[in-house]
């Protein structure tokens, strides 16, 4: 059900958070507006400068890396999933590992998550959840097995 122009559905649903303008177009179509009118709240909310997917794009992914939600490809995969262009993730994540670093998120992750992890004493299963884990979240096989040798672990 409609309520308002879709360029005043827009500015609410911008003013919860931001969105990549491939979201909010599929937000718009659910409530039933017409393609016309969304392309339309498109254009003015661009000029305006209140729809900005690199923008949105560098927010997002800053704030995946900060809180330790997603590194790597589970980023690209996030992004990608809201609509932001190739090139544009692949800027943004080029810019951000300049600022994060594989193994210092995955540190901070570590001693967040898994505190009282021992590699050394754990089992193999145990083992396997962990970077089970840790894959899921984007980081690289490789950075994870040599955070975890630094403890003296995964010798195989």
Same mark, same amino acid.
């Given at each position: %059900?409609?309520?308002? /122009?879709?360029?005043?559905?827009?500015?609410? +649903?911008?003013a919860l958070r931001d969105h990549a303008e491939a979201e909010l177009r599929r937000k718009l179509e659910r409530k039933g507006y017409q393609?016309? #009118?969304?392309?339309?709240? +498109? +254009?003015?909310?661009? #000029?305006?400068? !209140?729809?900005?997917?690199? =923008?949105?794009? $560098?927010?997002?992914?800053?704030?995946?890396?900060?809180?330790? &939600?997603?590194?790597? +490809? =589970?980023?690209? %995969?996030?992004?990608? $999933?809201?609509?932001?262009?190739?090139?544009?993730?692949? #800027?943004?994540? /080029?810019?951000?590992?300049?600022? !994060?670093? #594989? /193994?210092?998120?995955?540190?901070?992750? %570590?001693? $967040?998550?898994?505190?009282?992890?021992?590699?050394?004493?754990?089992?193999?299963?145990?083992? =396997?959840?962990?970077?089970?884990?840790?894959? $899921?979240?984007?980081?690289?096989? /490789?950075?994870?097995? &040599?955070?975890?040798?630094?403890?003296?672990?995964?010798?195989?």
């Open positions: %059900m409609q309520r308002g /122009s879709a360029f005043d559905c827009c500015l609410r +649903v911008l393609e016309e #009118e969304v392309e339309a709240s +498109v +254009v003015r909310l661009k #000029e305006l400068g !209140y729809l900005d997917d690199l =923008r949105f794009a $560098r927010a997002f992914a800053a704030s995946q890396l900060r809180n330790g &939600k997603g590194y790597g +490809v =589970r980023l690209k %995969m996030e992004l990608a $999933r809201r609509g932001v262009a190739a090139a544009i993730v692949d #800027e943004v994540l /080029s810019e951000l590992a300049q600022e !994060y670093g #594989e /193994s210092d998120l995955l540190a901070q992750v %570590m001693e $967040r998550r898994y505190a009282s992890f021992d590699p050394t004493t754990a089992t193999d299963k145990e083992k =396997r959840k962990v970077i089970g884990y840790l894959q $899921r979240k984007g980081f690289s096989l /490789s950075a994870i097995f &040599k955070k975890l040798d630094g403890h003296g672990c995964c010798d195989e």
